[in-house]
């Protein structure tokens, strides 16, 4: 990612945006029977697209927003979430897959990760729940919803940071003018 | 140059992971009142208008997906309410006989109510996506009477208690809260117990507690005990709907397990009540020879 103003303030709006639409009324709307969490997908993408160092820091400042804003504990959506983030970031950076799922498969792990490390966070704090078969489906379905909108929410993040990033030479460019009395430039 | 980015990379991680451990470390250890609790309430306060109003522009959206989902479950939900509906006509001709026995009886020992509460509307404006919190937060606060363990219901029984309040908002804990618990009572059983949440089976309640659970039986209502000690008292007036006995675990008397499926759709919350304590005028007119019984 070219690093800017702009892009810093992109990334800000992505976040403050993304967060309260999803602490207004994705979270309030049930498909499967779960709400969908369009923060870990918010997080892949952008580790995917600008690399791993924005990735993380998207994914704390994310996390610190929605324990804010839900008054949960300071720390834990920010841990877990920039863990997505960095793990995105570096797929990219080690990899640079080209393939049209990739972020398909991306939100799917970014969601896994941070359903199963909020869980396991909770776990680690001192809270004594069972593993019950409730729990697992519930974990499974907001998966399962997370990989379905991942694609969606990719291409809403690459959009908004277009401009920022460095020009990708696989992208299909635009036939140039060179049959006889098309081209702007004859007319002149 | 390569190397240069690597321990740039690495030194941002270990910093954002070390801010991250801190945090967590702070939050713990500091009291409710200390400065991260704060900066969080202050935090809520400035950014509460902001979510309010796009919680109201975008309630069409909600709705558009909420229609969807409640045109799949219409045919079996009315099945159930028509059968429901046969029993409370039933139970309405019985409680009626009731009730009139009920208001002689106060009459005649002059049964005074100034514990009465005084409910405040608000509507749910965020809810966490996540399985281990379950919380809302509502558009009242402190400014409107509403202070922190106050009951939250709505029409169709106990929702939860105000968590934490600022001036113009509140948070309120619902009854799948891994930290809330209430005193209650089976209701044809009469056996007190306390409702917990199943933590690690979301939506689920547990009625705990209970002396003689083989009373209790599936289809038994619960409802909350109320004040049972001048000493300690309740937080919840008595005879509030927490839910109904679902299903019964295990044979013997120790190792019951009672589970309750509570009242209120907690998923899908849009106006509550906080039933706050009464105001000087209500108490005076309570108090009253002439006032309302």
Request: net charge positive.
């Amino acid at each position: 990612m070219i690093w800017s103003p702009g892009a810093v303030g992109r990334l800000a709006a992505l976040g403050l945006v993304g967060g309260i639409l999803q602490v207004t009324t994705v979270s309030q709307v049930l498909v499967f029977g779960v709400p969908a969490d369009l923060s870990p997908l918010l997080v892949a993408s952008v580790g995917l697209l600008c690399g791993s160092v924005a990735g993380a820091t998207f994914g704390f400042c994310l996390g610190l927003f929605v324990d804010t804003v839900l008054f949960q504990t300071l720390g834990v959506s920010s841990l877990v979430l920039l863990v997505a983030g960095y793990g995105a970031g570096r797929l990219r950076e080690l990899r640079d897959p080209a393939h049209g799922l990739v972020p398909v498969a991306v939100g799917a792990v970014a969601s896994a990760v941070a359903v199963v490390g909020f869980s396991v966070l909770q776990f680690l704090l001192g809270v004594e729940a069972p593993v019950s078969f409730l729990l697992i489906r519930q974990i499974l379905l907001v998966i399962v919803l997370g990989t379905l909108l991942a694609l969606p929410v990719y291409a809403l993040c690459r959009r908004v940071m277009l401009p920022y990033l460095p020009d990708d030479p696989r992208r299909r460019r635009r036939r140039a003018y060179t049959t006889g009395g098309l081209s702007p430039l004859s007319r002149a | 140059m390569y190397d240069k980015q690597v321990r740039r990379r690495r030194a941002v991680l270990a910093a954002l992971v070390a801010c991250c451990i801190l945090l967590l470390t702070v939050y713990f250890t500091e009291p409710s009142n200390g400065g991260l609790h704060a900066t969080q309430r202050g935090a809520m306060e400035v950014l509460a208008p902001v979510q309010e109003g796009a919680n109201r522009a975008l309630k069409p959206f909600r709705d558009l997906f909420g229609w969807f989902g409640d045109t799949l479950d219409a045919k079996e939900e009315r099945d159930a309410l028509r059968k429901e509906r046969d029993t409370l006509r039933q139970e309405v001709a019985r409680l009626e006989l009731e009730r009139a026995e009920n208001e002689e009886l106060r009459g005649l020992l002059s049964f005074n109510r100034t514990t009465d509460y005084q409910p405040v509307t608000a509507r749910v404006y965020v809810r966490s996506p996540s399985t281990w919190y379950s919380t809302v937060q509502i558009n009242k606060g402190a400014s409107d009477g509403v202070r922190v363990n106050q009951p939250v219901v709505n029409g169709a029984g106990l929702v939860g208690k105000v968590k934490s309040v600022s001036d113009g908002n509140a948070v309120v804990m619902l009854l799948t809260d891994q930290q809330f618990g209430v005193a209650a009572q089976a209701v044809k059983a009469r056996e007190p117990g306390a409702v917990l949440p199943a933590v690690g089976a979301p939506g689920d309640l547990l009625l705990d507690l209970v002396p003689r659970a083989k009373r209790v039986k599936p289809g038994d209502q619960v409802i909350t005990a109320g004040t049972v000690s001048e000493r300690l008292s309740s937080p919840f007036p008595r005879g509030l709907l927490i839910g109904t006995v679902k299903r019964i675990e295990g044979d013997g008397e120790l190792d019951r397990t009672i589970h309750v499926e509570p009242a209120a759709d907690l998923r899908r919350l849009d106006i509550v009540q906080v039933l706050t304590r009464p105001t000087a005028e209500l108490t005076a007119s309570a108090a009253s020879p002439g006032g309302t019984p």
